[in-house]
């Protein structure tokens, strides 16, 4: 609506313009069908918008080495299902990589496999993580920031803890208002900072988990369905902050509009297989259009 009206008033503009220079000469005529037309161009009224817009950023406080993640043959299977085999793969410093598949493939799996042995930068859960074989080897002075699909584990819900205690163990060496300072940002101003961890819902979980990365500042982030529990607004800075997070991304998320702006390059499970496609989701999808009848039969044809 606000582009439509940009383009109205333009309109409106040429059409005064007109008004002003020809209502009292011989285009008079002219002049008045302009003036009909400027009152039905009249442009929507638009309500300022009451919605809080988080701002997230995602800043590298030390770059990483060329190569970040070395991923060697590495395999996982639960049972007698393999869900990936052999995978090997090269990461390089800035790459932004979208996991895709369906529910269950595996994407998952493949996060908690890379970070199993990134011990400073996780939990006790990851750690327990087990791997069938193969090799996960983390470059030069690379830091993790993880993000993980089941966060109700990750922050501390015991009696007495709220959002402002649980965030300040991550910079203890910080001012509170420092601290206050991430909060706001992810709409916790004023008492809101105080709000027992118990009492958060989904999506303030992960806006104070979002906090804690960007106190952090990792030069690698590995997010697990980052917009499950957010609404269009955090979303959407979620997306521009990625956009413009200078480190190494490995994301998984179902959002295409994130997929599209984002990623630079996709791992698509399938089938217990990782296809490592080196390029944007859109010539992915491209490249995995199904071929038009007549084509695929010429193809056979010249075969």
């Known amino acids: 609506m606000e582009a439509e009206n ?11 313009e007109f008004i002003a220079r020809f209502s009292a000469g011989t285009r008079s005529a002219q002049a008045t069908s302009r003036k009909k037309e400027v009152e039905r161009l009249q442009t929507s009224e638009l309500a300022k918008s009451n919605i809080q817009r988080p701002y997230i950023r995602f800043q590298v ?39 895709t598949g369906r529910n269950g493939a ?13 011990d400073k930068f996780i939990g006790d859960a990851e750690r327990e993580f087990t791997i069938d074989s193969g090799h996960v080897a983390w470059g030069h002075e ?17 009696k007495g803890v709220n959002a402002l205690d649980w965030l300040w163990q991550f910079k203890p060496q910080a001012g509170q208002e420092e601290i206050r300072g991430f909060l706001g ?4 101003s004023g008492e809101d ?8 819902s989904g999506g303030e979980c992960a806006r104070l988990i979002f906090c804690k990365l960007m106190i952090q500042k990792p030069n ?62 859109e010539e992915f999808q491209h490249a995995h259009e199904p071929k038009p009848a007549v084509a695929v039969a010429s193809a056979k044809k010249r075969n």
């Open 61 to 99: 406080e030390v770059p990483s080495g060329r190569v970040p993640i070395e991923i060697k043959r590495l395999a996982k299977s639960y049972g007698d299902l393999k869900v990936f085999h052999h995978f090997s793969a090269t990461v390089t410093r800035g790459e932004k990589i979208a996991l």
């Open 220 to 281: 690698v982030l590995v997010l697990d369905e980052p917009t499950n529990n957010l609404d269009l607004e955090s979303i959407n800075a979620l997306n521009i902050a990625l956009q413009k997070f200078d480190g190494t991304l490995l994301l998984v998320t179902h959002d295409e509009d994130v997929l599209d702006e984002v990623a630079t390059r996709i791992w698509n499970f399938r089938d217990g297989k990782v296809e490592d496609f080196k390029g944007a989701y």
């Open 106 to 118: 595996g994407k998952t799996t493949m996060l908690k496999s890379l970070i199993h042995n990134a």
């Open 185 to 188: 940002q992810m709409l916790f």
């Open 6 to 16: 940009a383009v109205r008033e333009k309109k409106i503009a040429q059409l005064n």
């Open 193 to 200: 900072a105080l709000k027992p961890t118990s009492g958060l």
């Open 142 to 158: 690379v830091t993790v920031g993880y993000f993980p699909q089941d966060f109700n584990y990750t922050i501390d819900k015991s």
